[in-house]
């Protein structure tokens, strides 16, 4: 792009992956995903926790945390989620309307 051209931007919706062009039923399942992901990458970064420290609390492997620091959402179910965050002691409430 040179100088001349003026970009254009579009607002994006809800869900990141709704935009990207996934399935509605796809699209909801990884953002679920990517937010309880976040949700335990803050946890083990407020604890100051090296990937090993985190690994042995969560009882997973380095590189299983190495996947999700980096937002490897593919190597995680909701259930397995959910059960990390629960050993973390977080609060986990579903909400359907």
């Given at each position: 792009m040179n100088q001349n051209q003026v970009s254009e931007v579009i607002q994006g919706g809800a869900n990141v992956f709704e935009d990207l062009g996934f399935a509605p039923e796809e699209a909801l399942n990884l953002k679920i995903r990517a937010d309880l992901m976040l949700n335990i990458k803050r946890f083990i970064q407020s604890q100051g926790w090296t990937q090993k420290q985190a690994a042995l609390?969560?009882?997973?492997t380095q590189p299983r945390i190495s996947d999700?620091?980096?937002g490897d959402i593919e190597r995680f179910s909701?259930?397995?989620l959910v059960m990390m965050l629960v050993?973390?002691?977080m609060d986990v409430r579903f909400e359907v309307s």
């Amino acid at each position: 792009m040179n100088q001349n051209q003026v970009s254009e931007v579009i607002q994006g919706g809800a869900n990141v992956f709704e935009d990207l062009g996934f399935a509605p039923e796809e699209a909801l399942n990884l953002k679920i995903r990517a937010d309880l992901m976040l949700n335990i990458k803050r946890f083990i970064q407020s604890q100051g926790w090296t990937q090993k420290q985190a690994a042995l609390f969560f009882g997973e492997t380095q590189p299983r945390i190495s996947d999700l620091i980096n937002g490897d959402i593919e190597r995680f179910s909701i259930d397995k989620l959910v059960m990390m965050l629960v050993r973390a002691d977080m609060d986990v409430r579903f909400e359907v309307s």
